[in-house]
């Protein structure tokens, strides 16, 4: 689990390319979050403070 550095609340992973079911389910289940098909700087998502990170 990775913890903001603003907040310090815990932030969601961020699955960048094609997902799989498994992975569909687990964005809509809110588990993870699905981000664009390419690689990307960042990869983490913090929904309280509405940011995104590379960690």
Same mark, same amino acid.
């Given at each position: ?24 389910i687990?964005?809509?289940?809110g ?10 700087? !960042?990869n983490?998502y913090?929904e !309280? ?7």
């Amino acid at each position: 689990m990775k913890t903001c550095p603003k907040c310090e609340r815990e932030m969601k992973k961020v699955f960048h390319g094609e997902p799989t079911d498994e992975l569909a389910i687990e964005s809509l289940e809110g588990e993870i979050i699905i981000g664009n098909c390419c690689e990307s700087t !960042y990869n983490y998502y913090c929904e !309280y403070c509405d940011e995104y990170f590379q960690l």
